[in-house]
């Protein structure tokens, strides 16, 4: 059973920035294409970032230039450095990735980005 755990969430004004992680309870190069995925109310989850087991990283069209997705190997954690923060990142951002076939989600953490 492959566990993902977000922590990072929080209250934070338009322009600032937070970082989100997501711990892994196994080797994350196990772990195909992680990536992080939001979901606003009254909306589907969409596309943040995601990050390949190679490394080669993808941005939604609305979070290019100023999210950043990394990844710790030794710490079996996956980031989602977040700057200049706007009113519309807001939302519950999960966690993401497949294990042989297996599709996994984190519970989520809470982002709201107050203007």
């Known amino acids: 059973q492959v566990q993902l755990l977000e922590s990072g969430g929080g209250l934070v004004q338009a322009g600032g920035s937070l970082r989100l992680s997501c711990a892994a309870s196994v080797n994350i190069f196990s772990i195909n294409d992680m990536g992080w995925y939001r979901q606003a109310p009254g909306k589907q989850r969409d596309l943040v970032a995601t990050?390949?087991?190679?490394?080669?990283?993808k941005y939604g069209d609305s979070v290019k230039g100023r999210f950043t997705i990394f990844r710790d190997i030794a710490k079996k954690t996956m980031y989602l450095q977040m700057n200049n923060l706007k009113p519309e990142d807001t939302g519950v951002y999960y966690c993401?990735?497949?294990?042989?076939?297996?599709?996994?989600w984190g519970q989520g953490t809470q982002v709201t980005v107050s203007s």
């Open positions: 990050i390949s087991t190679g490394g080669s990283t």
């Open positions: 993401n990735g497949f294990v042989r076939g297996s599709q996994y």
